[in-house]
Protein backbone atom coordinates (compact mmCIF):
# COMPACT_ATOMS: atom_id res chain seq x y z
CA UNK A 1 0.00 0.00 0.00
CA UNK A 2 1.13 3.61 -0.69
CA UNK A 3 1.37 5.71 2.19
CA UNK A 4 0.73 9.43 2.36
CA UNK A 5 3.07 11.69 4.48
CA UNK A 6 1.07 12.15 7.38
CA UNK A 7 0.57 8.29 7.11
CA UNK A 8 4.06 7.64 8.32
CA UNK A 9 3.07 6.57 11.84
CA UNK A 10 0.60 3.86 10.73
CA UNK A 11 3.05 2.33 7.64
CA UNK A 12 5.47 1.74 10.43
CA UNK A 13 3.28 -0.08 12.52
CA UNK A 14 1.26 -1.92 9.94
CA UNK A 15 4.71 -2.96 8.63
CA UNK A 16 5.76 -4.22 11.95
CA UNK A 17 2.54 -6.34 12.21
CA UNK A 18 2.83 -7.33 8.34
CA UNK A 19 6.87 -8.80 9.18
CA UNK A 20 5.29 -10.91 11.99
CA UNK A 21 2.65 -12.81 10.33
CA UNK A 22 5.46 -13.09 7.30
CA UNK A 23 8.12 -14.96 10.08
CA UNK A 24 5.29 -17.01 11.36
CA UNK A 25 4.42 -18.05 7.60
CA UNK A 26 7.72 -19.13 7.34
CA UNK A 27 8.06 -20.97 10.60
CA UNK A 28 4.90 -22.38 11.90
CA UNK A 29 5.86 -23.10 15.10
CA UNK A 30 5.91 -19.30 16.10
CA UNK A 31 2.99 -18.36 17.59
CA UNK A 32 2.89 -14.48 16.96
CA UNK A 33 -1.22 -14.01 16.39
CA UNK A 34 -1.65 -12.07 19.96
CA UNK A 35 1.23 -9.40 19.34
CA UNK A 36 0.24 -9.08 15.27
CA UNK A 37 -3.63 -8.32 16.82
CA UNK A 38 -2.54 -6.13 19.17
CA UNK A 39 -0.51 -4.09 16.44
CA UNK A 40 -3.53 -4.14 14.38
CA UNK A 41 -5.68 -2.78 16.94
CA UNK A 42 -2.99 0.27 17.51
CA UNK A 43 -2.75 0.86 13.89
CA UNK A 44 -6.92 1.21 13.67
CA UNK A 45 -6.91 3.48 16.42
CA UNK A 46 -4.36 5.25 14.94
CA UNK A 47 -6.00 5.28 11.47
CA UNK A 48 -9.25 6.96 13.18
CA UNK A 49 -7.13 9.71 15.08
CA UNK A 50 -5.24 10.71 11.81
CA UNK A 51 -8.33 10.90 10.04
CA UNK A 52 -10.83 11.99 12.51
CA UNK A 53 -10.23 16.12 11.32
CA UNK A 54 -8.45 15.98 8.03
CA UNK A 55 -6.77 19.70 7.07
CA UNK A 56 -7.98 20.88 4.05
CA UNK A 57 -4.41 20.28 2.34
CA UNK A 58 -4.47 16.69 3.92
CA UNK A 59 -7.54 16.30 2.25
CA UNK A 60 -5.86 16.96 -1.39
CA UNK A 61 -3.52 14.14 -0.84
CA UNK A 62 -6.29 11.55 0.53
CA UNK A 63 -7.97 12.71 -3.01
CA UNK A 64 -5.27 12.31 -5.10
CA UNK A 65 -4.05 8.84 -3.65
CA UNK A 66 -3.18 6.94 -6.39
CA UNK A 67 -4.64 3.81 -5.19
CA UNK A 68 -8.36 5.74 -5.30
CA UNK A 69 -10.71 3.68 -7.69
CA UNK A 70 -10.78 5.77 -10.84
CA UNK A 71 -13.40 5.98 -13.31
CA UNK A 72 -12.76 2.73 -15.03
CA UNK A 73 -13.19 1.16 -11.69
CA UNK A 74 -16.52 2.63 -10.97
CA UNK A 75 -17.57 1.73 -14.80
CA UNK A 76 -16.29 -2.12 -14.03
CA UNK A 77 -18.33 -2.03 -10.67
CA UNK A 78 -21.45 -0.61 -10.77
CA UNK A 79 -22.80 -0.34 -14.87
CA UNK A 80 -23.49 -3.71 -16.79
CA UNK A 81 -23.69 -3.74 -20.77
CA UNK A 82 -21.58 -0.99 -20.82
CA UNK A 83 -20.71 0.08 -24.47
CA UNK A 84 -17.83 2.52 -24.83
CA UNK A 85 -17.99 5.65 -27.20
CA UNK A 86 -14.92 7.10 -28.96
CA UNK A 87 -13.91 10.04 -30.80
CA UNK A 88 -14.87 13.61 -30.92
CA UNK A 89 -15.59 13.05 -34.69
CA UNK A 90 -13.65 16.21 -35.72
CA UNK A 91 -10.42 15.69 -34.10
CA UNK A 92 -9.15 12.32 -32.06
CA UNK A 93 -10.15 10.37 -29.32
CA UNK A 94 -8.88 11.49 -25.81
CA UNK A 95 -7.96 8.81 -23.91
CA UNK A 96 -8.53 11.40 -20.71
CA UNK A 97 -12.13 10.76 -21.08
CA UNK A 98 -13.93 7.83 -21.06
CA UNK A 99 -17.59 7.13 -21.73
CA UNK A 100 -20.15 5.36 -23.53
CA UNK A 101 -23.71 3.35 -23.20
CA UNK A 102 -24.48 1.68 -19.93
CA UNK A 103 -27.14 0.35 -17.96
CA UNK A 104 -26.94 1.00 -13.71
CA UNK A 105 -29.54 -1.09 -11.85
CA UNK A 106 -30.95 -1.46 -15.10
CA UNK A 107 -31.76 1.59 -15.67
CA UNK A 108 -30.19 3.09 -18.90
CA UNK A 109 -27.67 6.02 -18.35
CA UNK A 110 -25.05 7.54 -20.67
CA UNK A 111 -21.73 7.20 -18.25
CA UNK A 112 -18.88 9.70 -19.19
CA UNK A 113 -15.82 10.40 -16.81
CA UNK A 114 -12.14 11.91 -16.19
CA UNK A 115 -9.82 8.57 -16.17
CA UNK A 116 -6.25 9.31 -14.90
CA UNK A 117 -4.93 5.78 -15.23
CA UNK A 118 -3.35 3.30 -12.30
CA UNK A 119 0.20 2.35 -13.81
CA UNK A 120 3.04 4.54 -15.36
CA UNK A 121 1.92 3.97 -18.79
CA UNK A 122 -1.97 4.12 -18.50
CA UNK A 123 -1.40 7.51 -16.54
CA UNK A 124 0.88 8.69 -19.73
CA UNK A 125 -1.95 7.30 -22.48
CA UNK A 126 -4.64 9.24 -20.17
CA UNK A 127 -3.02 12.35 -19.74
CA UNK A 128 -2.98 11.90 -15.98
CA UNK A 129 -6.88 12.60 -16.23
CA UNK A 130 -6.73 16.54 -17.70
CA UNK A 131 -8.57 16.32 -21.14
CA UNK A 132 -8.18 18.15 -24.54
CA UNK A 133 -10.46 20.08 -26.58
CA UNK A 134 -11.38 16.85 -28.29
CA UNK A 135 -12.21 14.88 -24.90
CA UNK A 136 -14.71 18.01 -24.29
CA UNK A 137 -16.25 17.84 -27.53
CA UNK A 138 -16.23 13.69 -27.01
CA UNK A 139 -18.39 14.27 -24.24
CA UNK A 140 -21.11 17.21 -25.69
CA UNK A 141 -21.48 14.56 -28.61
CA UNK A 142 -22.17 11.75 -26.11
CA UNK A 143 -24.41 14.09 -24.18
CA UNK A 144 -26.34 15.12 -27.51
CA UNK A 145 -27.09 11.44 -28.25
CA UNK A 146 -28.17 10.60 -23.96
CA UNK A 147 -30.68 13.89 -25.00
CA UNK A 148 -31.82 12.24 -28.50
CA UNK A 149 -32.89 8.85 -26.90
CA UNK A 150 -33.84 10.29 -23.54
CA UNK A 151 -31.53 8.64 -21.42
CA UNK A 152 -30.25 9.84 -17.70
CA UNK A 153 -26.07 11.46 -17.63
CA UNK A 154 -23.92 10.41 -14.99
CA UNK A 155 -20.46 12.00 -14.68
CA UNK A 156 -17.55 10.85 -12.77
CA UNK A 157 -15.27 14.02 -11.52
CA UNK A 158 -11.68 13.43 -11.45
CA UNK A 159 -8.74 15.61 -12.61
CA UNK A 160 -6.59 18.18 -11.73
CA UNK A 161 -7.69 20.34 -14.53
CA UNK A 162 -7.68 20.36 -18.01
CA UNK A 163 -4.46 20.18 -20.13
CA UNK A 164 -2.77 23.56 -20.55
CA UNK A 165 -0.15 22.53 -23.71
CA UNK A 166 0.32 24.17 -26.50
CA UNK A 167 -1.57 21.94 -29.26
CA UNK A 168 -4.56 22.17 -26.80
CA UNK A 169 -4.92 25.92 -26.55
CA UNK A 170 -4.79 25.76 -30.59
CA UNK A 171 -7.77 24.01 -30.78
CA UNK A 172 -9.50 25.90 -28.53
CA UNK A 173 -9.50 24.79 -24.93
CA UNK A 174 -11.81 26.92 -23.37
CA UNK A 175 -14.37 27.18 -26.35
CA UNK A 176 -14.63 23.45 -25.79
CA UNK A 177 -15.06 23.76 -22.07
CA UNK A 178 -17.56 26.53 -22.64
CA UNK A 179 -19.71 24.19 -25.31
CA UNK A 180 -19.59 21.43 -22.80
CA UNK A 181 -20.27 23.52 -19.49
CA UNK A 182 -23.12 24.72 -22.02
CA UNK A 183 -24.27 21.55 -23.13
CA UNK A 184 -24.50 20.24 -19.30
CA UNK A 185 -27.04 23.54 -18.46
CA UNK A 186 -29.40 22.94 -22.21
CA UNK A 187 -29.90 18.90 -22.69
CA UNK A 188 -33.28 17.90 -21.05
CA UNK A 189 -32.31 14.70 -19.43
CA UNK A 190 -31.05 13.92 -15.53
CA UNK A 191 -27.65 14.67 -15.25
CA UNK A 192 -26.15 13.12 -11.80
CA UNK A 193 -22.21 14.35 -11.20
CA UNK A 194 -19.85 12.94 -8.86
CA UNK A 195 -16.38 14.36 -7.71
CA UNK A 196 -14.40 11.02 -6.45
CA UNK A 197 -11.10 12.51 -6.38
CA UNK A 198 -10.22 16.12 -8.01
CA UNK A 199 -12.54 18.42 -9.23
CA UNK A 200 -10.32 20.46 -10.72
CA UNK A 201 -10.99 23.95 -12.64
CA UNK A 202 -13.45 24.32 -15.62
CA UNK A 203 -11.57 20.92 -16.72
CA UNK A 204 -14.13 19.73 -13.78
CA UNK A 205 -16.98 22.38 -13.84
CA UNK A 206 -17.52 21.45 -18.10
CA UNK A 207 -18.68 17.89 -16.63
CA UNK A 208 -20.54 18.67 -13.56
CA UNK A 209 -22.91 21.34 -13.99
CA UNK A 210 -25.39 19.25 -12.75
CA UNK A 211 -28.75 18.99 -11.21
CA UNK A 212 -27.21 17.34 -8.31
CA UNK A 213 -23.80 17.14 -7.85
CA UNK A 214 -22.29 14.63 -4.84
CA UNK A 215 -18.91 14.55 -3.24
CA UNK A 216 -16.81 11.92 -1.68
CA UNK A 217 -16.35 12.51 1.72
CA UNK A 218 -12.45 13.06 1.26
CA UNK A 219 -12.48 14.40 -2.37
CA UNK A 220 -11.67 18.19 -3.30
CA UNK A 221 -13.10 20.52 -5.78
CA UNK A 222 -12.29 24.14 -6.92
CA UNK A 223 -11.50 27.12 -9.29
CA UNK A 224 -7.65 26.15 -9.03
CA UNK A 225 -4.85 23.35 -7.25
CA UNK A 226 -3.86 24.50 -4.02
CA UNK A 227 -0.48 24.98 -5.82
CA UNK A 228 -1.17 27.32 -8.38
CA UNK A 229 -3.12 29.29 -5.99
CA UNK A 230 -0.26 29.77 -3.86
CA UNK A 231 1.69 30.71 -7.15
CA UNK A 232 0.10 33.21 -7.80
CA UNK A 233 -1.00 34.96 -4.54
CA UNK A 234 2.14 34.24 -2.76
CA UNK A 235 4.66 33.67 -5.94
CA UNK A 236 5.34 30.57 -3.52
CA UNK A 237 4.28 27.35 -3.87
CA UNK A 238 4.81 25.57 -1.03
CA UNK A 239 2.02 27.92 0.46
CA UNK A 240 0.03 25.35 -0.74
CA UNK A 241 -1.01 24.52 2.67
CA UNK A 242 -2.36 28.31 3.46
CA UNK A 243 -4.43 28.12 -0.19
CA UNK A 244 -5.73 24.92 0.43
CA UNK A 245 -7.86 26.67 3.88
CA UNK A 246 -8.47 29.64 1.62
CA UNK A 247 -10.07 27.90 -1.21
CA UNK A 248 -12.92 26.47 0.72
CA UNK A 249 -12.65 23.18 -1.52
CA UNK A 250 -13.31 20.28 0.68
CA UNK A 251 -16.61 18.53 0.89
CA UNK A 252 -17.72 19.69 3.35
CA UNK A 253 -16.75 23.72 2.88
CA UNK A 254 -18.81 22.90 0.17
CA UNK A 255 -21.87 21.59 1.22
CA UNK A 256 -22.17 24.39 3.49
CA UNK A 257 -22.09 26.90 0.60
CA UNK A 258 -24.48 25.07 -1.17
CA UNK A 259 -22.37 24.54 -4.28
CA UNK A 260 -22.84 20.55 -4.01
CA UNK A 261 -25.87 18.70 -2.95
CA UNK A 262 -24.48 15.84 -1.16
CA UNK A 263 -21.30 13.73 0.70
CA UNK A 264 -20.89 10.59 0.16
CA UNK A 265 -19.06 8.79 3.26
CA UNK A 266 -15.81 7.40 2.72
CA UNK A 267 -14.29 3.90 4.77
CA UNK A 268 -12.05 4.97 7.69
CA UNK A 269 -8.94 5.71 6.16
CA UNK A 270 -10.21 6.55 2.45
CA UNK A 271 -11.74 5.31 -0.18
CA UNK A 272 -8.10 3.30 -1.09
CA UNK A 273 -8.49 1.43 2.05
CA UNK A 274 -12.27 0.14 0.75
CA UNK A 275 -12.69 0.48 -3.03
CA UNK A 276 -15.36 -1.99 -2.82
CA UNK A 277 -17.81 -0.30 -0.16
CA UNK A 278 -16.74 3.33 -1.35
CA UNK A 279 -18.15 2.39 -5.10
CA UNK A 280 -20.84 0.81 -4.00
CA UNK A 281 -21.89 3.90 -1.50
CA UNK A 282 -21.40 6.10 -4.74
CA UNK A 283 -23.92 3.53 -6.98
CA UNK A 284 -26.73 3.96 -4.37
CA UNK A 285 -26.37 7.45 -4.39
CA UNK A 286 -26.47 7.77 -7.83
CA UNK A 287 -29.39 5.62 -8.31
CA UNK A 288 -31.54 7.60 -5.21
CA UNK A 289 -30.70 10.74 -7.35
CA UNK A 290 -32.08 9.36 -10.91
CA UNK A 291 -35.04 7.98 -8.94
CA UNK A 292 -36.10 11.74 -7.54
CA UNK A 293 -35.26 13.81 -10.87
CA UNK A 294 -36.85 10.83 -13.11
CA UNK A 295 -40.28 12.56 -11.73
CA UNK A 296 -39.55 15.60 -13.45
CA UNK A 297 -40.64 16.89 -17.53
CA UNK A 298 -37.69 17.66 -19.64
CA UNK A 299 -38.69 21.36 -19.02
CA UNK A 300 -38.59 20.94 -15.16
CA UNK A 301 -35.28 19.07 -15.74
CA UNK A 302 -33.61 21.98 -17.23
CA UNK A 303 -35.26 24.68 -15.22
CA UNK A 304 -34.24 22.69 -11.96
CA UNK A 305 -30.64 22.54 -13.07
CA UNK A 306 -30.41 26.52 -14.19
CA UNK A 307 -32.03 27.13 -10.69
CA UNK A 308 -29.42 25.30 -8.96
CA UNK A 309 -26.81 27.59 -10.20
CA UNK A 310 -27.77 30.72 -10.11
CA UNK A 311 -29.00 30.28 -6.65
CA UNK A 312 -25.34 29.38 -5.62
CA UNK A 313 -23.80 32.00 -3.80
CA UNK A 314 -27.71 33.74 -2.36
CA UNK A 315 -27.58 30.62 1.01
CA UNK A 316 -24.50 29.54 2.90
CA UNK A 317 -22.19 32.37 2.45
CA UNK A 318 -22.53 33.47 6.05
CA UNK A 319 -21.05 30.36 7.53
Request: proline residues 4%; hydrophobic residues 40%; glycine residues 8%.
Amino acid sequence: MHYLDFEKPLAEIEGKAEELRAMARANAQMDIEKEASALDKKAHQLLGDLYKDLSAWRKCQVARHPDRPHCGEYIEALFTEYTPLAGDRNFADDQAVMGGLARLNDRPVMVIGHEKGNNTQSRIERNFGMARPEGYRKAIRLMDLADRFNVPVVTLIDTPGAYPGKGAEERGQSEAIARSTEKCLRIGVPLVSVVIGEGGSGGAVAFATANRVAMLEHSIYSVISPEGCASILWKDAEKMREAAEALRLTAQDLHRLSVIDRIIAEPLGGAQRDSTSTMKSVGLCIDDILTQLSQMSREEIVQDRRKKFLAIGETGLAA
